[in-house]
């Protein structure tokens, strides 16, 4: 019985081994550099297109500005989505090119094609959340708890 | 030509926070094995917590896009429209402020992404 679990526990231990040779070493610095690179880049967009569009349109409230700015590196990505650039910007960028707005569309529209085969109901409309959803649901409980807790906590003094 | 410079100054710092940012999403990757959704997540609700403390407005006009471009902005924004809507409307206004705050970037996104999804097919890899 023992001689068994210990050939067992023997093979387990082979396998990992040779589970870890297989595995392939991402190296760390690259990685990292590269999602500061593509991060860093996407925010410097960003920057520039709140800056033009301030420039160019002085009437803008800055909260109008934020959220066109938004729009367009929103729609920008979704399109970039659609005709497949973003997979080659997302498979260098690791977090870099999921952590900005950009990233977060792109979970939508990848999300809500992927599943296009499923019907524009059960397949699209439902799955368009698949990721974005707990984003979402969290932002929305826990700004709304935010709001209250500013309103009866620190709103009294 | 001071211009120029604090122009280049801002975008330098635009750049390295939210390059900073993503790096430290990535370091959570490779050693927590926390999946992307859940990185997510946590850097939303520590927006909300920076704009309920009331330290995002400082961290926003020293850094600008670097912080409000990653998704902690997005946190922020859900923050601010709730607090905002609160003092105006009154505790109902708390569940609104929120969406009503950031709907220009979620409609728009839930709208291009269907327009998308009609328009072009997934690429087979």
Redesign the interface.
């Known amino acids: 019985m023992s001689d068994k679990t210990n050939a067992v526990k023997q093979r387990n231990e082979r396998y990992n081994k040779y589970v870890n040779t297989v595995t392939p070493k991402?190296s760390?610095t690259k990685?990292?550099l590269h999602?500061?690179?593509?991060?860093?880049?996407?925010?410097?967009i960003?920057?520039?297109i709140?800056?033009i569009l301030a420039y160019s349109v002085p009437s803008l409230s800055k909260d109008m500005v934020?959220?066109?700015?938004?729009?367009i590196?929103?729609?920008v990505a979704?399109?970039f989505?659609?005709?497949?650039f973003y997979?080659v910007i997302a498979r260098q960028?690791?977090?870099?090119s999921?952590?900005?707005?950009?990233?977060?569309?792109n979970a939508?529209?990848?999300a809500?094609?992927?599943f296009?085969t499923e019907g524009l109901i059960f397949g699209?409309?439902a799955k368009?959340f698949t990721?974005v959803g707990?984003?979402?649901v969290?932002?929305?409980v826990?700004?709304?708890l935010?709001?209250?807790?500013?309103?009866?906590i620190l709103?009294m003094y | 030509m001071s211009n120029v410079w604090s122009?280049i100054g801002?975008?330098a710092i635009?750049?390295?926070?939210?390059?900073?940012?993503?790096?430290?999403?990535?370091?959570?990757?490779?050693r927590t094995k926390l999946t992307?959704?859940?990185?997510?997540?946590i850097?939303?609700?520590a927006g909300?917590?920076l704009?309920?403390v009331g330290l995002y407005d400082s961290i926003f006009k020293a850094c600008?896009?670097?912080i409000?471009?990653?998704?902690v902005?997005?946190?922020a924004?859900?923050?601010k429209?709730?607090?905002e809507?609160?003092?105006t409307y009154?505790?109902l206004?708390?569940?609104a402020?929120?969406?009503i705050r950031?709907a220009?970037?979620?409609g728009?996104?839930?709208v291009?992404?269907?327009i998308?999804?009609l328009?072009?097919?997934?690429?087979t890899?």
């Open positions: 991402t760390m990685a990292l999602s500061f690179l593509i991060g860093g880049l996407t925010c410097i960003g920057q520039a709140g800056d934020a959220n066109i700015t938004s729009m590196l929103v729609t979704i399109l989505t659609g005709l497949g997979d960028g690791g977090a870099g999921f952590l900005p707005i950009t990233g977060f569309a939508m529209a990848s809500s094609m992927e296009k699209t409309s368009l990721i707990p984003v979402i969290n932002g929305i826990w700004s709304t935010a709001g209250l807790i500013n309103l009866w709103g | 122009m801002t975008y635009v750049f390295a926070v939210g390059g900073a940012l993503c790096a430290l999403a990535e370091i959570l990757i490779v992307p959704a859940r990185i997510l997540v850097f939303l609700i909300i917590a704009e309920g600008q896009a670097g409000s471009v990653p998704i902005g997005f946190g924004s859900l923050a429209g709730a607090i809507a609160a003092r009154g505790f206004g708390a569940f402020g929120g969406l950031t220009f970037g979620v728009a996104a839930i291009m992404s269907y998308v999804t328009t072009f097919s997934p690429k890899k």
